[in-house]
């Protein structure tokens, strides 16, 4: 029997619907309309097309949404004066700035720069410690897409063995942080997993990934996971986006896993669509923490 599919994009309709509904609850509160600010430097095709689907999706829920294009050539200067006018706006619940940016800026300098309380992408230093020590204020998209889904799929993961490929501080870090702290007050959405993490460095790796019941790929490599790194009946989560001949193919070769796991999320229609529902939900979450 194939795996169920964990579809993405149907999850996200629903909670992109009860932040419409949060948006629309906030503003009739007498609160400011939630509003995200994206910055683009330079004109990588990729980020304009995930910058557009995320300005789409915030007007959608009810919120503002800005785009600040600076051009290629543009000096760190430039964007840190772009991004403390931004954090001084009090229109402005949430900054974007769309890595990768061109070499003469400093990634590190500029995720700095952006005021913790607006960083919905949960890059800055502060907000990662604040995840990393169980009190999160939001949690990075991308991983907490994926906890959204194991979460309304009715997949437990208390108690279960994760295995995490990859270990980028977008994805791979922040998502063993997410499933393997204890669940409290301020951090429900903590996994109470047995959470490893394996990457380039790790011996057998196909070994280590079939000791999963739930198996989340995010490696950046077509295909990589196939049925000899999955457990019978686990639950598979590909986060992987690589383009192959022009097509969006994920880190999972799905048509070998399908037969052996118990659940397979897509690619596409199967993260992607999440991460940026998340995003939504932390700019909510920051609208309504400024009043
Ligand atoms: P990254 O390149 O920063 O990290 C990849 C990780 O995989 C590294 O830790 C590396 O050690 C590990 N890795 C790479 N090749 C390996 C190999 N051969 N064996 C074992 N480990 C290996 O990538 P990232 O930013 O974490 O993204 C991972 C994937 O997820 C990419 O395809 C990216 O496009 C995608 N992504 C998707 C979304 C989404 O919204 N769906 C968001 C972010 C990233």
Redesign the pocket.
């Known amino acids: 029997m194939p795996a169920q599919k964990i579809d993405g994009q149907e999850l996200s309709k629903a909670i992109r619907a009860e932040v419409a509904a949060g948006v629309a609850a906030h503003v009739a509160a007498g609160g400011r309309p939630p509003g995200l600010a994206a910055v683009l430097v330079g004109d990588n095709p990729a980020s304009e097309v995930y910058v557009r689907s995320k300005r789409k999706a915030c007007e959608d829920a009810g919120m503002n949404s800005w785009l600040h294009r600076l051009p290629a050539t543009a000096s760190e200067e430039d964007l840190l004066k772009l991004v403390a006018d931004l954090n001084a706006d009090p229109a402005v619940h949430g900054i974007l700035v769309q890595l990768p940016l061109p070499k003469q800026i400093r990634e590190e300098a500029i995720i700095n720069a952006i005021s913790p309380a607006k960083d919905v992408d949960a890059f800055h230093p502060q907000n990662v410690g604040l995840l990393a020590a169980g009190h999160p204020r939001y949690l990075p998209c ?1 991983p907490f897409g994926v906890q959204q889904m194991l979460a309304r799929s009715g997949i437990p993961t208390i108690g279960k063995n994760v295995v995490v ?4 501080n ?3 870090k922040p998502m063993a942080l997410i499933l393997m702290q204890k669940p409290t007050k301020d951090f429900p959405e903590a996994g109470d997993a047995t959470v490893t993490v ?3 460095g ?1 011996k057998d ?1 196909p070994a280590v990934c079939r000791t999963a019941d739930i198996l989340i790929a ?4 077509a295909k ?1 996971v196939t049925a000899d790194f999955v457990k019978p009946g686990a639950a598979v989560i590909d ?4 383009s192959v001949d022009g097509k969006l193919v994920g ?1 999972v070769d799905a048509e070998s896993v399908s037969p052996v796991a118990g659940w397979l999320s897509p690619v596409p229609k199967g ?2 669509p999440m ?1 940026i529902t998340m995003l939504l939900q932390n700019t909510l979450k920051s609208a309504v923490a400024a009043k």
């Open positions: 991308t490929i990859g270990r980028s977008i994805v791979g394996v990457h380039r790790t790796l995010a490696v950046g490599v990589f986060v992987g986006i690589n880190d993260v992607g991460t």
